[in-house]
């Protein structure tokens, strides 16, 4: 069963630093990787998905997929205290479901 | 954006009882699911359902549960019985194709008692 490992658990950084995020795919079927957030008690939104190698920008965020490794990374730049939320990666194969990590917790200190 | 609505928000049931979570996708998507998610934490895949049909299942889609979309009324998930594990947030979600985005209702919280 695919098994996709968000690091790290958790991660504080100050208002306006860097957050970078990991994800890492056990399955080498996957095509797409997806980055959601989900602030406390609401429902998640996509951020932003990724299935070619290299990058991908919108924003302040940041996307990297490398499929040979299949591990892919968020990046957060001037980050904000709005930013503090629940980040989980998820990937899918054909695209029938998305298989999510246990998420990373992101606490923006300001 | 794209909206999907869960119905109730929270339910509160018996141990035993039946419970069915209702959804209301976004109108032209295709491609339905339910996600289990325990304390704010790993949001866990239920089932998929794609032209009246189950796709795919996880091993937490015990016997006690099912989906159903009636001439494209609400998705719904029944729980017969309920037990107390089954306590949790149930998000509903929808998306227009495969490899598109899905998108989440705010959920519900089904607590068993």
């Known amino acids: 069963q695919q098994k996709v490992q968000q690091s790290p658990e958790s991660l504080i950084v100050p208002e306006g630093g860097m957050a970078s995020l990991n994800c890492t795919s056990s399955d080498r079927n996957v095509d797409y990787f997806w980055w959601y957030r989900q602030h406390s008690g609401k429902s998640p939104k996509m951020l932003m998905s990724i299935f070619s190698n290299g990058e991908k920008e919108e924003g302040r965020f940041t996307v990297h997929l490398n499929k040979a490794s299949l591990h892919t990374s968020l990046h957060i730049r001037d980050s904000q205290p709005s930013d503090s939320a629940l980040y989980l990666c998820?990937?899918?194969?054909?695209?029938?479901?998305?298989?999510f990590g246990t998420g990373t917790s992101l606490l923006v200190d300001p | 954006g794209p909206k999907v609505l869960q119905i109730p928000s929270h339910q509160i049931i018996d141990m035993g009882q039946m419970v069915t979570l209702n959804c209301d996708p976004v109108?032209?998507?295709?491609?339905f699911y339910w996600y289990k998610q325990i304390l704010g934490q790993q949001m866990e895949f239920l089932v998929n359902f794609y032209n009246g049909k189950v796709m795919e299942k996880s091993k937490l889609f015990k016997d006690q549960f099912s989906v159903e979309r009636p001439d494209g009324s609400y998705f719904t998930l029944k729980i017969q019985p309920t037990a107390l594990e089954d306590s949790a947030v149930y998000f509903c979600?929808?998306?227009?194709?495969?490899?598109?985005?899905?998108?989440f209702g705010k959920g519900t919280r089904l607590t068993v008692v």
């Open positions: 109108s032209n998507h295709l491609y």
């Open positions: 979600a929808s998306s227009l194709g495969r490899d598109t985005e899905v998108f």
């Open positions: 998820a990937a899918s194969c054909m695209g029938y479901k998305l298989t």
